[in-house]
């Protein structure tokens, strides 16, 4: 590429489209662009454009479909997979200027936000008007609606509100051709042709650029419990889990912990050990509605079998503390050195001999390595955390993730497959899947411009 | 066609892949598939083929590709927009012999069915294991687990538990390509390429042929309580539909229903009127849980505003009674003449604008009419029915669904376009939405065999 040649042509182009001062090209800023957070996914770029609009992202993308540039759409960089950094020299398009967020319906309990606001500040807005927004994530404050609707995340409330999928009821998009798709007047009972909104969340921005989202609310819950389980068999908070679940409408988190785990985080962070003997498994529960749930909670827990330790906690502060539990492990894991995480998902009767096998099969390649597990495993989203290996050593994840087929599992509970599984996609999806899914990305983005190298393998 | 032409051979053929008996040609059998219940939509067919398993649905659309031979999936033929009969002489493929139910998954709250099995038959399954199948019609003993999908079907439970795309975890189909996807373990989080199930969910068999289908089961309710409210004022009574949606967790229902229906009723059944003196406005609601909701519900009935009447049952005799001022809108309206049916949805804000205006704009284009309005109303269905004019009358169409149009409405609630509302989707969706329909159609049904004549305008 030298001076005059194409790049220079479509930076103008671009700029024409967007204005001069958002398209990017100052190497230390499009470095920022250019690499994931992590630090694991580097690419480079020869620009980032910032569009202000759905207008400009159109004008942006049809001026790429006719110079064959292929482009990454991005939001706020958190994602895990290398999904939304330029690793073949893609331009980078920023949705983070379409940060609008519209007035609450109150009477439809919904929201209209633009693809780069971020999650924290739908929560703030939904909070305003005493809404809440069923997805939240450790990221909340740099994740945006984009970015979560192409990774189709799950959240720290995925159990009681669904997955991103279910948070959106329409969007507004740019597909591969330029052309411009809108649908978010909002209606639950509309079917009125094909469902764009589902097939866009979790399609990694491969077959469109989403830039507004039109949003379901939830009630606010009032109150709030937490209880912490002991348990000297780990099916036992298996079980308890799926029971707890069925039984209470109003359990918002169940998150399992292994005698490992809780021992480490006692010994990091000078907790005291929940229970006076150490157990097998522990599960930690919170349940939260707009009446006082304390008495369902009681009677769901009266009825589980295997407790043997059992904690509860209605106040803050001693709510805090039992939740420490769990949110204590992965700085307390980290502090090991950088470990090697996966994030899958195991069909709720696979889920006791996964956790079971997982230590050996990883063992089996990395002798040196040591496993943590912890997860959300009512919805059979466990986190493995491998310490004592390098954080890219990829015989980790091709022998959890053979395990993981092997019991009917997922190798993506939410991160996604970007750049890095791709590999293995084929462990979850047929032949006929992947073609399939080739033939939707042909049909909405004919040149291929969007996203071309995550996701779906070359075929 | 004459003897040894294309269809005898094609019917040959047929009765290769799934046997003589079941290749129907008898042409009074055949006339049962070829018309919908309601006899609106009549059409013929050279044979119904009626395959036994997905591999023989594979076999048949494989073999009706290479004959450019169209098909129309059929399930319980219970639609009402002309979607699933032979309008144009196709071959009717009939899913019902796919009527197998797996067993529930106790610890995910899944079961397997195929597309062939009942909606009753599926609740049944569901009841027996002590769970519950969210979606629930009054058609439930003939609808099927495939048309239902098909039309993403909403139904008495929507307000609670979503619409039918909400319950599909995963589908096993049959491409336009002949080519099976099968995507049925299960997994709610699980992030491994573009989700199919909701894409078909409500794609009325136009891209693919749904032959079995993973579906996701709720608690079953221990408790329930019902309501009646009378309001002087429409706007009143929707807005508490409203507001006790987003203060019950527990609201399974908010029917609304005006004073001359509620008249009609009560003149037609011989029930007493609900409250001493007329209103203009009635609100039925129904609460459900795993625990009491009674004082729940008083709660939030004590914060709303405007209530006129209020009569409040747990005992089931009289919960009955209360719920029969709601289920006998149908049957009284019926009684004065075939009614024109029409299924729309408004925007939360704008359906007690389209109340008022709706029996004015009908009667403009037919001064002898008369407008019965009842419904869904907390998730924005509402029915229109029309008397005194002929129950296939497009002006009352045409005049209605303009003015859901303009009031950001949908002309399509639960019932699906079909082949009857083919010519209005344009006041839905724009030219750019209906390319992408089209476009993925081709990608997944490339010789167009499958259900070529409903949904999308021939373009």
């Known amino acids: 590429v030298t001076a005059g040649g194409p790049v220079p042509a479509l930076l103008t182009a671009l700029a024409d489209i967007v204005g001069p001062a958002n398209v990017v090209t100052d190497p230390d800023v499009v470095a920022a662009y250019a690499a994931d957070w992590t630090g694991r996914f580097r690419g480079t770029a020869a620009a980032v454009v910032r569009p202000a609009d759905t207008a400009e992202v159109a004008a942006v993308v049809s001026l790429c479909r006719t110079r064959r540039a292929a482009l990454v759409p991005q939001g706020g960089n958190t994602g895990l997979v290398g999904g939304g950094v330029p690793l073949h020299g893609e331009v980078v398009l920023s949705l983070r200027r379409l940060a609008g967020i519209g007035p609450v319906d109150e009477a439809a309990g919904q929201l209209t936000a633009g693809a780069g606001a971020t999650i924290a500040a739908v929560r703030a807005a939904a909070e305003a008007a005493g809404w809440e927004y069923g997805v939240d994530l450790g990221s909340r404050d740099s994740a945006t609606v984009g970015g979560t609707i192409g990774t189709n995340a799950g959240g720290l409330h995925m159990l009681r509100h669904g997955d991103t999928r279910a948070q959106v009821v329409g969007v507004e998009a740019v597909l591969g051709t330029g052309a411009v798709v809108s649908h978010l007047g909002g209606l639950l009972k509309d079917n009125t042709g094909y469902a764009l909104a589902p097939l866009f969340c979790g399609s990694e921005g491969t077959l469109a650029v989403v830039t507004a989202a039109r949003l379901r609310l939830v009630p606010r819950p009032t109150h709030r419990v937490v209880a912490l389980l002991a348990f000297d068999e780990v099916p036992a908070a298996i079980g308890a889990a799926h029971a707890l679940r069925r039984a209470l409408g109003s359990l918002e988190a169940a998150e399992l912990m292994l005698a490992a785990g809780v021992g480490l985080v006692c010994e990091t962070t000078g ?56 949110e204590s492990h992965p700085p307390s894991v980290n502090g090991l050195g950088a470990p090697h995480k996966l994030d899958v998902t195991l069909p709720a009767d696979a889920m006791a001999a996964f956790v079971a ?103």
């Open 271 to 326: 907790a005291p050990p929940p229970f006076p003997g150490p157990h097998a498994a522990y599960l930690l529960v919170e349940a939260a509605a707009g009446h006082d749930p304390t008495e369902e909670l009681g009677d769901a827990l009266a009825r589980l079998a295997g407790v043997a330790g059992e904690a509860v906690a209605v106040e803050p502060a001693r709510r805090r503390e039992l939740w420490n539990y769990r």
């Open 357 to 459: 096998e997982v230590p050996g099969v990883v063992a089996e390649v990395a002798p040196e390595a040591r496993t943590w597990l912890w997860g959300h495993v009512a919805d059979g989203n466990i986190h493995v955390n491998v310490t004592g290996v390098e954080p890219d050593d990829e015989r980790i994840d091709d022998a959890v993730f053979h395990l993981v087929a092997r019991r009917g599992g997922s190798i993506s509970a939410e991160h996604g497959i970007g750049a890095a599984k791709r590999r293995w996609l084929h462990l979850n999806r047929s032949a006929a899947e992947l073609d399939a899914f080739r033939a939707i990305k042909r049909a909405l983005d004919p040149d291929g411009i969007l996203n071309p190298h995550v996701l779906l393998p070359t075929g």
